[in-house]
């Protein structure tokens, strides 16, 4: 297994502009405990929404943090401390809404672009919650805040209600709620989406028993208050959060049983494509990935984020980052795993924000060195291939082959060798996945699905040395040549 040193990503962006150059940064480390929730854009700039642990209080503060051009951060507002929740973020032009829950009080405040607040802060006491609520996300209309979460009960066994609060505008003060009863033992209301101007698409998690869940999607009329139709229940035996993305009338979602996927669901419930993506990680000793975000880019292609288990490790994570098409197809994938003073840390990865050149991923890992235990918190800037540099990048690119056979056959030509910027290849079967490994069997090239012919592709990018094309053709087999590149950087 790869141990990335933090010092070393670090020296990687120092003093460079954000549009140009890429990063990892920690944030924290030890002072506080310290979490990141989300990025959001707002005026122009890219921030951070968390909170940090005090010890000596036992309380939580709601952080908000400039991303600075260097990859570092920059403290803007602190809003409220106590038994805070993870806090939810909304912008709209040039106003900013953070909600978040307190036991059984849910708080709302607005601001400004300069971070003023508008209307003082509002607490909600929430009717029938005897314990504590939790937000999942926060949505708008023209006229209204929506505040999607459920109540958190610590009794093995309770029940545990959905709620959707709806909040005016003009007037924090003034809000309705409606909880929205389980059809099974809990119902954990984890996402919405507007599906068109008037209802949404509603993710709970239900619970049938003590081992088994159900993710349930449901369509909702927010302007008449009601349930439309339930379009699926899909079992994941997993009590985790759940995130969904609407894309080219397309309800996209993650699946956890019988294995960790992601789904494409239409209109009606039924599934258009399924990625499944438990074993992405396995030549680096990881499985049985969890998602704790998906997003749609400009695009329109699917960022997931999330954490994957460590084999050799029963409770350890790696967070990684992945990228597909809305057609189901897995463009690449990266995993990111950090240590601190040669112990391994615990990855969650929850932020995303995109950028003129590249994304902005946020986290935060669980250290363990003692009791108590520590989180620090990191940002990530990738370019669009999910890359800090090309040397990082080469480190964790997909490896997939197992579907092909290992049949030595007759698959291609060169028709240069050794090649500089370029190789010129022709193929000779209709499908063919091309990959070249590099002498540490490292895939630091990929290609899927090119048709018989003759070929130019693009590696201008890929320093000199040798390397290993190979080429698979699905259902017949491979062929592997030694391929020497010159003259590059």
Known sequence: MRHISILAILSLGLSISLSAQNYFSTLTYKENRSRLVSNFEFNDRHYNLGYQYFEATFENCIVISKIEV???????????????????????????????????????????????????????????????????????????????????????????????????KSDLSKIKYKAIPPTLIRSKLHDAEWLNDSTIVVAALEQTDIIDFFLRLDIYDLELNKLNSTLTDIRISSNSAHDIEIVNEQIIVNQRFPYSALLSLDLEGNVNWELAIDNTFEAYESDR?????????????????????????????????????????????????????????????????????????????????????????????????????DTSCSDYQLVDTEEFSETAINAFDLLMNPVQDAIHINLKFTSNHIALIDSQGRIVYRQKDYPAGKHILDISNISSGIYFLRVDVAGEGNQIEQLVVEGNR
């Not at 038994?83 to 106003?95: A, Q």
């Not at 590249?358 to 291939?385: C, E, M, Q, R």
């Open 70 to 168: 260097d990859g570092s951060v920059s403290f803007i507002k602190n809003i409220g401390t106590g038994n805070i929740g993870d806090p939810t973020v909304l912008t709209e032009g040039e106003k900013l809404y953070i909600a978040s829950a307190i036991d059984s009080t849910v708080r709302i405040s607005e601001f400004d672009k300069f971070f003023n607040n508008l209307q003082p802060l509002v607490s909600h006491g929430l009717p029938d919650i005897d314990e504590n609520a939790v937000l999942s996300k926060m949505i708008s209309s023209s006229q209204y805040i929506f505040l999607f979460g459920y109540e958190r009960k610590n009794i093995t066994g309770a029940k545990e209600d959905a709620f959707i609060l709806r909040v005016d």
């Open 289 to 389: 990935l969890s998602i704790s975000k998906i997003s749609i880019d400009s695009n329109k292609d699917i960022i997931v984020q999330g954490s994957a288990n460590r084999v050799s490790d029963l409770y350890g994570f790696n967070g990684y980052i992945m990228k597909a098409t809305n057609s189901g197809d897995l463009v690449w994938a990266r995993q990111y795993l950090e240590s601190v003073d040669n112990i391994l840390l615990d990855t969650e990865l929850k932020g995303w924000t995109e950028t003129e050149d590249g994304y902005i991923f946020s986290g935060h890992n669980t250290y363990y060195p003692a009791v108590p235990t520590y989180n620090y918190a990191w940002i990530l800037k990738t370019d669009f291939n999910g890359c800090i540099s």
